[in-house]
């Protein structure tokens, strides 16, 4: 049975007509002791059926560890969302819920090549020197992750040196833990820099800057 | 966006009340505005809207992107992610300032900032937010797994909450002043998880925990008897406060701290209105804030055309 009912097939389509360059959704997984690694090979294979324009490899997390080193895949589910060059973008967990829409969201910032970021918050990226690692923590039922998981795969996709993950919290419990996650979205720049909420640009852009410089 | 010019309309916020006056404001070639946190405001955080008309049940998000899809169709300005500081008098036009450090200025205003969650002002809960005290039942549940968790608040999204919480906690505290004056059906629902125990009768004294919740000392309203809860989470659902601390200085507000407004909109300051869950108008609902917008909307447009000084040109 598909994941996706036809209704939202059929907006995501619409959406995809859009689309320039090929996307390919590089998914990694594991047959035995992760739970969710079937469903997002399903999600991923239904949404690249979408489009002729978006590709999808396996990956299996043990198994293919010259690509799990080239991507730096850490743990399982993830899904690397590719354009003309690797971005930066990844998805640890499924994106279910409201993700779902920051899925689509890449795949269409990525063929287009575009951020969509403001002149200012462009020109000031490319002040970067280092590298700088954001992790976006989430809830599938939070109506307010879905635009800072966006932000971050925007600021990603307009710099080099900038990688993104959503990390959905249930299935990564021990990040949950560790980064003590009470309420989402939480974000965490270089493991130096935490804070709730989804902020707008400028305000996100502080953060990220702050974290370059350190 | 234009901080140099001047607008016809600034609409304050961007909830069911100021889309739908976006709309009936672009309709009438309005050159506006729309300043707000984010679009869609309380209505996002509704797991399930059954009351909306033309829908049976949509999420309160699904339902937002509809409106911002259909206000999008019009050249429509926004400033999202910026909050209202000020709303000012000024001789000619109304100025607002924001938390960017931005000042707008237009010819008449529509106040639709609508509400935020109140808080229980008691010691530890400003501390803890972020930290186990949650407002958003909905956005943080699913961190609350196995953990024992309190939920306060007697309405309708109070046990919408608790029966959210159900699906991830081992246990859920239902706390209540008085009665629980939810929905029987959510009621029942909680019930029947088995993982609910209701305290009625009992006020939130302190939040504790340093780092994190860890728990709860709630008093007996009746007597002098406190109780103390270990748990790791407090989701408090006690109703919500207008957004009108900018506007103190200009509208009149009535002792709940709503802007006050006649059947038309309008406010005690010609050429500032206001629509939605942030006036007094009886009943928060989304469908009466989209009416509200709408008539607010179509309020500021006949300003706008009987404004001596020529304002719009027909």
């Known amino acids: ?57 396996i990956y299996d997390f043990v198994a293919d560890e010259d690509e799990v080193e080239a991507y730096k ?22 994106p279910n819920g409201y993700e779902f829409t920051t899925l689509i969201e890449a795949i269409r910032m990525v063929s287009q090549g575009d951020s969509m970021l403001s002149p200012k918050t462009r ?50 419990p021990y990040l949950t833990n560790k980064y003590n996650v009470f309420a989402v979205p939480k974000v965490v720049i270089n493991e130096t820099i935490e804070f709730d909420g989804a902020l707008p640009e400028s305000d996100f852009l502080k953060h990220v800057m702050k974290a370059g410089e350190q | 966006m234009y901080e140099d010019k001047r607008y016809d309309l600034l609409i304050i916020g961007a909830g069911p009340a100021g889309m739908t006056a976006a709309v009936y404001a672009a309709r009438k070639k309005l050159d506006t505005l729309v300043i707000s946190k984010d679009v869609g405001g309380q209505t996002i955080l509704a797991s399930g809207v059954e009351t909306y008309m033309g829908y049976q049940y949509i999420s309160g998000a699904e339902l937002m992107r509809k409106f911002e899809e259909q206000v999008r169709q019009f050249p429509i300005a926004f400033s999202i992610g910026d909050v209202v500081t000020t709303l000012r008098v000024e001789d000619t036009s109304f100025a607002v300032l924001t938390t960017q450090g931005k000042t707008f200025r237009a010819k008449a205003v529509i106040v639709a900032s609508g509400r935020r969650a109140r808080s229980l002002n008691v010691p530890g809960e400003k501390e803890l937010i972020g930290k186990g005290v949650s407002y958003c039942a909905t956005c943080d549940a699913p961190l609350f797994g196995d953990k024992d968790v309190a939920v306060i608040g007697s309405g309708n999204p109070a046990l919408t909450a608790v029966n959210e919480l159900t699906n991830y906690a081992q246990k859920v505290y239902s706390i209540v002043r008085d009665s629980v004056r939810a929905d029987p059906i959510l009621v029942e629902k ?25 728990g709860i000392v709630i008093k007996r309203v009746e007597y002098d008897k406190e109780v103390a809860l270990d748990v790791g989470g407090v989701f408090i659902e006690i109703g919500a406060v207008p957004n009108t601390e900018f506007a103190v200085d200009v509208v009149v507000l009535n002792d709940s701290k709503e802007i006050e407004v006649d059947c038309d909109c309008k406010t005690n300051v010609e050429g500032v209105f206001a629509a939605g869950d942030v006036t007094n108008a009886p009943e928060k609902q989304i469908i009466v804030a989209a009416g509200e917008g709408a008539k607010a909307a179509l309020s500021a447009y006949w300003y706008l055309v009987s404004r001596p000084e020529g304002g719009l040109k027909q």
């Open chain 2, 190 to 214: 909680a019930r029947k998880t088995g993982k609910v125990e209701f305290l009625a009768g009992y006020a939130v004294k302190e939040l504790r925990g340093k780092d994190k919740v860890e």
């Open chain 1, 123 to 172: 020109k000031k990226l490319k002040s970067l020197s280092k590298p700088v690692h954001i992790q976006v923590l989430i809830t599938p039922t939070c109506p307010y992750c879905a635009s800072a998981v966006n932000m971050a795969h925007r600021m990603a996709v307009e710099s080099e040196l900038i990688t993104a993950d959503m990390i959905e919290t249930v299935e990564f």
């Open chain 1, 1 to 57: 049975m598909p994941l996706l009912p036809d209704k939202v097939r059929q907006q995501v389509e619409e959406g995809f007509k859009d689309l320039k360059e090929p996307v390919n959704l590089k998914v990694f997984t594991q047959e035995f002791e992760c739970p969710t690694c079937g469903e997002n090979h399903n999600l991923m294979d239904e949404v690249a059926k979408i489009s002729a324009k978006i590709s999808i490899e």
């Open chain 1, 73 to 94: 895949i850490d743990k399982i589910p993830a899904t690397v969302v590719e354009g003309k060059e690797d971005y930066g973008i990844r998805f640890y967990g499924v």
